[in-house]
């Protein structure tokens, strides 16, 4: 589903990536973590078409970036840190200004089941000025699952989440993985971020140094691996 092979990225004459080869397939959850300055949002951006990569190949869904980065669109959802919505608005403002950048007809019988879905059915015409951080995320899942798309980037989602929210972005993420979306999300949060992965992808000096199966390797010892290789 996201393939990038020799993917490289310069910053003036500061290389970022150096010859990045990744492969997410279809359904699949996969964990990208590694120090800062490592690449990752970059990484993400790329694939998300927000950035043009310096050299190699990046297909997603089988199509080649950045030449068919409309069709891509149609076909991605970005969660990060932050929610990517209009503080002055409500939920179901927000999400209706959404459903008609992505051209979505008769959008709200979806938009009231996806703020059931994430927990927002009590909060419908509240100003999201108001909202607790959790229940922005929240929101940002509705807005970034409108339009129904294969895959989820996510960048560091799970920042500023007090606990309760945190177990219940891991309900929601599990949804989104049990409905045959492809994930790709950047973590620091090891104990939470890679509790559901199926695979981890440490990114080190602009390389990918190692994929790790989640199902047979321990968290303790994906976290020993990333210190052998991040600190070396």
């Not at 970022?16 to 990484?43: D, I, S």
């Not at 129904?148 to 993420?173: F, K, M, S």
């Not at 949060?189 to 994929?211: E, P, R, T, Y």
């Amino acid at each position: 589903m996201i393939e990038l092979t020799n993917v490289t990225k310069n910053y003036g004459l500061n290389p970022v990536l150096n010859g990045v080869n990744l492969h997410v397939k279809e359904n699949q959850f996969v964990a990208l973590v590694g120090p800062n300055g490592a690449g990752k949002t970059t990484l993400l951006r790329i694939v998300a078409t927000l950035q043009r990569p310096g050299g190699g190949q990046v297909t997603v869904g089988g199509w080649p970036l950045p030449d068919h980065a409309d069709q891509v669109r149609r076909h991605i959802g970005m969660i990060s840190h932050q929610a990517m919505v209009y503080g002055d608005l409500d939920a179901v403002e927000n999400l209706t200004y959404y459903a008609g950048l992505y051209q979505i007809e008769n959008p709200m019988e979806r938009i009231l089941a996806l703020l059931d879905e994430v927990g927002l059915q009590r909060r419908l015409t509240d100003p999201v000025r108001t909202f607790s951080r959790g229940m922005m995320q929240r929101l940002a899942i509705a807005r970034a699952t409108l339009h129904d798309p294969d895959v989820l980037l996510l960048d560091e989602p799970y920042t500023g989440l007090d606990a309760a929210a945190i177990g219940l972005l891991d309900e929601l993420l599990a949804q989104q993985h049990g409905a045959g979306r492809t994930i790709l999300m950047i973590t620091h949060d090891f104990v939470h971020g890679l509790s559901q992965c199926q695979q981890v992808a440490i990114l080190n000096k602009g390389k990918i140094a190692a994929q790790v199966d989640r199902s047979t390797t321990s968290v303790n010892d994906i976290i020993e691996q990333y210190r052998e290789i991040t600190q070396s």
